[in-house]
């Protein structure tokens, strides 16, 4: 048997590891608490941030797929504009031009400000929240802003092709007697740049375009070429980059055997050109380069529609699917969609991730994937559609009024 000769110091020692034995039971209890009520909170944060992600997706995806069976109209201010007046959209307003003048208007009808001038043959182009209306063979473009005008142009030689970029720059086409000349001027009337075409040389231009930030051209030239014709695509830097190249030329792309009739920035690095038998995409905001080539065949195509993102090609067809077919590339010129529509289109709008067809009649919408979202008839002859921040509201302009359009 063990001697004990000091039992309250050996009772001391044994009290004490017990407390101590304790006091670290109750820690490690008090921590396990702790790590138990962070991991409870956690699980609970996760939980309700799952829930709220897949709430607010399938509110977004509700929205998205949203489909419409009727819409409301709100006859609004009346207006007038004459038969031969043309009337589009700029940036959400409205812009009327003749051979007598111009004119903005809001989405309440107000006339925010008007031009007149005397034009034979007035054509109208936009980019973004700028307008410049010109004289076909005439020498006067004027451009326009919705906020008011921006300047006028005087080019001394007719006019054959124009177009505007977001800054008011106007690069233009002029027929001069044995060249053609093309143009750079500021909204102001200043010339900024040239550079001269011959059929001999380079070919004759037969479609222009611009880029937003008006600092790239891009060119379509057709010329001859043993017996059959070749078109040549060029893209010209007006900005730091293309001051240490030659004539500003950046990149080009030969098409033999082929007609490039138009040629179109979506922005400024993006661009792309129709063709007879494809569609070509470039991309770049210094230096374009070829990007990709979809081939259309031996179909026609009918028209063409584009926004920031998208481009639209419509064919005519002949299946049960439709009267027309239309194809959407997105800017790397990839196949987004096909779609089949029946009625008689006299315009295509890309907007909100909707398609809007329309004619003075009806209108169809459809979203990004094909689907038809609302199809209706207006109770007067429409003679455009301006689409709104609403993906369901929409200005319509009549013949006399400027009315509100909403999908329910």
């Not at 903005?104 to 043959?121: A, H, P, R, S």
């Not at 008011?148 to 007697?177: H, K, W, Y």
């Not at 293309?242 to 030969?254: E, H, L, P, V």
């Not at 169809?364 to 709104?388: A, Q």
């Amino acid at each position: 048997m063990a001697e004990v000769k000091d039992f309250s110091a050996y009772a001391g020692k044994i009290n004490k590891t017990e407390g101590d034995k304790t006091s670290f039971t109750r820690e490690t209890s008090y921590k396990e608490k702790i790590r138990s009520h962070k991991l409870a909170v956690f699980f609970r944060t996760v939980s309700v941030a799952a829930i709220v992600i897949l709430l607010v997706a399938a509110i977004y995806i509700s929205w998205r797929d949203k489909e419409y069976s009727e819409a409301t109209l709100t006859q609004g201010a009346g207006i007038t504009n004459g038969a031969d007046a043309k009337v589009i959209g700029l940036g959400g307003y409205i812009v009327q031009y003749s051979k007598d003048g111009i004119s903005c208007i809001d989405e309440n009808g107000k006339v925010l400000w008007n031009q007149t001038y005397e034009m034979q043959n007035p054509i109208a182009h936009t980019c973004q929240n700028v307008i410049a209306v010109g004289d076909y063979n005439g020498h006067n473009i004027y451009v326009s802003s919705a906020g008011g005008a921006m300047g006028e142009i005087d080019t001394n030689l007719p006019i054959r092709d124009f177009c505007v970029s977001a800054q008011g720059v106007v690069a233009v086409v002029l027929d001069g007697t044995d060249v053609t000349w093309i143009y750079l001027y500021d909204s102001k009337g200043n010339a900024i740049a040239n550079f001269k075409t011959t059929m001999k040389d380079s070919g004759y231009p037969i479609s222009v375009s611009i880029s937003p930030n008006g600092e790239l051209v891009g060119v379509s030239y057709i010329y001859p070429e043993d017996g059959t014709v070749k078109t040549s695509v060029a893209f010209f830097n007006f900005g730091s980059v293309g001051q240490n190249s030659i004539d500003n030329y950046a990149s080009g792309y030969d098409y033999p055997g082929v007609v490039v009739p138009y040629v179109q920035f979506m922005n400024s690095s993006s661009v792309f050109a129709v063709s007879d038998d494809r569609i070509m995409f470039y991309t770049g905001e210094e230096k374009p380069v070829s990007q990709s080539e979809n081939f259309t065949g031996n179909e026609q195509v009918r028209s063409v529609y584009f926004n920031d993102y998208y481009v639209g090609l419509v064919f005519s067809n002949s299946t049960e699917e439709g009267n027309y077919r239309l194809q959407v590339y997105n800017t790397s010129g990839e196949l987004s969609l096909t779609t089949y529509f029946d009625i008689d289109y006299s315009e295509i709008i890309f907007s909100n991730k909707q398609i809007i067809i329309y004619n003075e009649d009806e209108c169809v919408i459809k979203d990004m994937n094909g689907h038809d979202k609302f199809s209706g008839v207006f109770e007067e002859p429409v003679r455009t559609l301006v689409p709104t921040n609403l993906r369901n509201k929409f200005v319509l302009v009549t013949a006399d009024s400027v009315d509100t359009y909403t999908l329910k």
